[in-house]
């Protein structure tokens, strides 16, 4: 299983301009880092999907004044957060262990960094759990990937050899030279697909109590939700018409900033930072929807989709100045420009009822309609408080979540026994 | 609802009408030299309208301003500020946006022939004429350069290729019908499905647009318009709107590689013309003739019952692209999905599919609501037209192309969403690392080669064309902003 790691410590100010350096030296372009870079070489990491170093200057802290309220003493956070296979602080160890070094020069910059301290131990106190983490496909780790991309490209070269003489063939009978096919290379050693661990008994009774326990739980607080309905619709009706939409075009110079770390692969990392409406009401709100998207996210879409939307490898919410800001940080395949119009068009229900309980966000009714449909504000919204993100890493250049989907479908669809002729011309499809 | 678009006498004609019976058009890149030369001019130009089609016009004469030329027309920066930013940075102002158009390498803005840095023209005047007459009009128009305050002009030519583009295929078959009697309203139920009547402010500047708002567009504090030249804004009748009746005009020369193209379809096929012939046909996704590949169904919303059989389709039935690839030229550029792609008819049915749970396979409901990205094509052809079978022997320096010309009224979610995320999309519609066959980059990221095109055969194995060497280049390209007339006016006396 897949997890999320994030480490947060507060940058000492006067060092900030020299720690955006020694990241940039990480990056082999812009914010895309080199897997053998000196200071974190990720590319050793075999259970690392992916990694990132944010710097979050929240720059939009002013917009606390509308609510009468300020945080003069905000701090600068240095995060380093990822996605990697197994558990989190056994990522922390193997990190501290054969990165300690240059870790150490990074983390520096930070305040309350003691060079005789133990490194693990420093990060550890520093670990921030998120509040909702979003899976693209649960349980496919770096290897399965990596041999499932083999997979396809093996496939592939031997039909480009192979494929015309197989033009009319029976889409069953292809699919029979390809098992053989793989078969072969599989005993000759050239091909590996380590089979999958069968999830034991204990795992699939917390799955079952993950799926059901929420809507039992609901279930049985119904009667008191239903009665208090009316009450929260009343109060939320009243922030919403009465809470400042702040969403004035981004700076060029910002915008800048963020597109020239943009689009140097088939993916990109989306950073966003800002203040959480203030007041016991909005907090609880969003505490509240970020643990049933939790919920979902481990229940419901777990195999390729988040919803409407499959481009998104991985996706977190973390809390951080004692829930008072939030941090969302996710990898997805495409520009930003199509991932803002993917999530207008097919999830701005979803958007709204996490991101309005943030400050300046457009206006929502009932939390799940308007909003994200606003769409100049929507993205100036986004882009206002997306932060760049220093250095950036993935384990699979080159290949999206539809190349990911479509090599895990050709691998289940290699070892199940049989299939009529259409499964058959779908599955070759995949190649 | 919205409202109907009536300010006819404001709208410059290219809105309405490609002026096809003009069969000859020259566009010419003007920079200013001397500004008050220039209003003077601008403001006297003869600018036709949409409400000028009402009779015959033998000539035509459109104008559009890139940022730097209004710049250099002292329009103020306050009012500037109001565009939305691929308009502001110009289409080679950015290496991120040269990234996502494809416009790298070999193809780099440095490398074009105008369109960057010195080369930046300020005024496009796009010149049409019917046979034999575009000479005098272009001395009637324009008589001297220098006198109306420019440089040297330089001049993109066009020839008239008879309705067929350079490669021989018909074209400009499939265009979106702008709603400009404001009788469909947008974001209702039957937006499930695909349909071809857009909202007029998807092209048009100050209009309610797909999302039943306005795009970006410069909403003036009223002492700039002291002369009150420029209407209200729809949506704050308190400001003065610059885009009001204007639009933006994307321009992109084009050069297509005829010779290459038909020799590298020649050697795929071996020698077989009818082989060579419907590999083209498959990358195009359109017979040479225009027709389509895939049958017309039910028809579509917004396409005139006399198009229905060349334009009343989708590739609903045709999900494993059978008929039409779904790499093909036309499915890229235009996919012609609906909002949910994946539901059943029925109310329950849509909420079940907009919760994600109607996608079955890894490639349903990738793309959808083609809707926010929709373009009115005006481009022409230039250069030596070639019939396909002339090409394979043809000598490599014949050039022609594409005076690609579009207009929209949002560059980044209409033009340029359709030339990175579709046509030059590397996992588009689910496809594994294909670009477009006809027009893409085939390196759509730094580390990533994508040079075939997988024409899908029935037992589900793809055949894999290629590899593919580039058939278009850029050579040239900005954006425009193609105002209104009062617009015009205003810009012509600003500041």
Known sequence: ?431 | MPGAVTETADIQALLRSGFGSLTEAEFLLLRIADRAAARAWLAAAPVTSVADLATRVPVATQIALTAEGMRALGVPEAALAGFADPFLSGMAGDAARSRRLGDTGTDAPESWDWGHAAGMPHVLLLLYAEPGQLARHRATVLPDAQRAGFEAPSSLGTTNMGGREPFGFADGISQPQPDWRGVRRPNTPADVEYGNLIAAGEFLLGYGNEYGRHAQRPVLDPALDAALLLPAAEDDPTRRDLGRNGSHLVFRQLAQDVAGFWRALDRVAAGDVARRIGIAEAMVGRRLSGDPLVESGAPVRGVAPRDQARNGFTYTRDALGLRCPIGAHVRRANPRTGDLPAAAPGALARLYAAFGFAARGPRDDLVAASRFHRLLRRGREYGTALAPAEALTAADTVESGLQFICLNADIARQFEFVQSAWLNGAKFAGLRDETDPLTGTRRPVPDLIADRFTWPRPNGLGERVGPLPRFVRVRGGAYFFLPGLRALRWIAGAG
């Open chain 1, 1 to 431: 299983m897949q997890s999320a790691f994030m480490v947060a410590a507060p940058v000492d100010p006067d060092c900030e301009a020299d720690l955006r350096t020694l990241l940039a030296t990480m990056n082999r372009l812009p914010g895309f880092a080199d897997p053998d870079n000196e200071l974190v070489p990720f590319g050793r990491f075999e259970t690392l999907h992916f990694a990132r170093f944010v710097i979050l200057r929240d720059t939009t802290l002013g917009d606390l004044a509308a609510y009468g309220s300020s945080f003069p003493d905000a701090p600068v956070w240095l995060v380093l957060l990822g996605e990697c296979d197994g558990p989190a602080p056994a990522m922390l160890v193997a990190l501290a262990e054969r990165a300690g070094a240059g870790l150490r020069r990074i983390f520096a910059f930070c305040r309350g960094f003691d060079e005789g301290a133990d490194l693990l131990a420093w990060l550890r106190t520093r670990e921030v759990q998120p509040a909702a983490f979003y899976v693209n496909w649960r349980g496919r780790s770096v290897r399965r990937i990596r041999e499932e991309a083999s997979l396809h490209r093996a496939l592939r070269a031997w039909l480009d050899e192979n494929g015309a003489a197989l033009a009319n063939a029976a889409p069953t009978q292809v699919r029979d030279r390809l098992i053989a096919y793989v078969a072969a290379e599989q005993r000759a050693g050239r091909l590996a697909l380590t089979p999958e661990p069968a999830p034991d008994a204990t795992a699939r009774l917390r799955e079952l109590l993950t799926l059901i326990g929420v809507p039992l739980l609901l279930l049985a607080l119904a009667p008191a939700l239903i009665v208090l309905a009316p009450l929260f619709l009343w109060i939320l009706r009243r922030h919403e018409t009465r809470d400042p939409v702040i969403a004035p075009r981004p700076a060029a110079a910002h915008l800048a900033e963020l597109t020239r770390r943009e689009d140097h692969d088939v993916s990109n990392q989306f950073s966003a930072f800002g203040c959480v409406k203030p007041g016991l009401f909005r907090l609880g709100t969003l505490r509240a929807l970020l643990w049933l998207l939790d919920w979902s996210m481990r229940a419901i879409y777990v195999r390729g989709r988040l919803a409407r939307v499959p481009t998104i490898h991985f996706a977190r919410w973390a809390f951080l100045d004692g829930q008072r800001r939030l941090l969302f940080a996710s990898s997805y395949d495409g520009s930003l420009d199509s991932y803002m119009d993917d999530f207008i068009n097919k999830v701005a229900w979803g958007l709204n009822l996490v991101f309005s309980n943030g400050i300046g966000y457009p206006a929502t009714r009932f939390l799940i309609g308007g909003g994200a449909k606003d769409e100049l504000a929507f993205k100036a919204y986004i882009r206002r408080h997306e932060l760049p993100t220093e250095v950036w890493y993935k384990a699979y250049p080159g290949l999206g979540t539809v190349d990911l989907a479509c090599n895990t479908r050709l691998r289940e669809g290699l070892e199940r026994a049989a299939m009529d002729a259409d499964a058959a011309r779908h599955w070759l499809a995949l190649i």
